[in-house]
């Protein structure tokens, strides 16, 4: 029954910002932690950000991404500003009842949204 959903994703220029939303349905956030992904054309996918069920964060673009949650709406963000065409990428969501760690540890993923910084 778990089921992310990713929003938020667009064209952007560069040194614009965007935040970007998974809503969760079927877990609870105390129960899961939650990680941020991207993947670019021709790229592996890589880890951005993840909170843990007990609200710690870590965060792989220090400084220009900030991950958060909202315990009452169920929802996790990917506040990412000052972005860079290096940015360009889908970006999931994906959920792991064991804590933050590499991919084979989640259990549940979103579509994905589409990011494009450009000029």
């Known amino acids: 029954q778990p089921h992310l959903v990713e929003s938020g994703g667009g064209l952007v220029q560069p040194g614009e910002s965007l935040r970007l939303s998974c809503a969760a349905s079927g877990l609870t956030l105390n129960d899961y932690a939650i990680a941020w992904f991207r993947q670019a054309p021709g790229k592996e996918r890589e880890g951005v950000s993840c909170v843990d069920k007990i609200g710690g964060t870590i965060d792989s673009v220090k400084g220009r991404f900030t991950i958060s949650r909202d315990i009452s709406k169920n929802t996790v963000y990917l506040e990412m500003n000052n972005l860079k065409p290096e940015d360009t990428a889908v970006y999931s969501c994906?959920?792991?009842?064991?804590?933050?760690?590499?991919?084979?540890?989640?259990?549940?993923w979103g579509l994905g949204t589409q990011v494009v910084v450009s000029a």
């Open positions: 994906a959920a792991s009842f064991i804590d933050c760690g590499a991919e084979p540890l989640y259990d549940h």
